[in-house]
């Protein structure tokens, strides 16, 4: 599917990953791996209207990281608030979804920051708020 991202997402090369898509309005859980014991790096992430955007629209809450040494992988879990993608610019032309986006950078101890991945954060729309309890046990 073509973006008007389309020629940041090819920059990203082999780092792009795009999120599966989000409800706005329900909170998202993710976990991300990275080899080698890297626990004492940073890692941060954002969501952003375009990759050029000043400002984030929302910005992961990261979990402490977690190293496995049979695996040599280090493991973070990280999540965005029901709150948050609720938040999320709204669609605008009534396809029912909004194409954001987003990346992870990591700094190691003392080093410079790095992208580790990035890609489109796609937002799909609800019929049905959240939490709605309109219907329940209405229908049968």
């Known amino acids: 599917m073509a973006t008007q991202y389309d020629t940041w997402l090819k920059t990203l090369g082999p780092l792009r990953a795009d999120m599966p898509m989000t409800v706005r309005g329900l909170a998202i859980t993710h976990t991300i791996t990275y080899p080698g014991n890297v626990t004492t790096a940073t890692l941060t992430g ?47 032309d009534g396809d029912g979804r909004v194409d954001l986006v987003y990346d992870f950078i990591l700094t190691l101890s003392g080093g410079t920051p790095q992208r580790i991945f990035g890609g489109l954060f796609p937002v799909s729309g609800f019929v049905t708020e959240p939490g709605d309890d309109l219907w329940k046990g209405r229908v049968s």
């Open 46 to 92: 954002s969501v952003k209207a375009s990759p050029d955007a000043t400002s984030e629209l929302a910005v992961f809450t990261v979990g402490a990281p977690s190293f496995n040494a049979g695996t040599n992988l280090t493991t973070w879990a990280v999540s965005l608030t029901g709150a948050q993608t609720g938040a999320l610019p709204a669609d605008a």
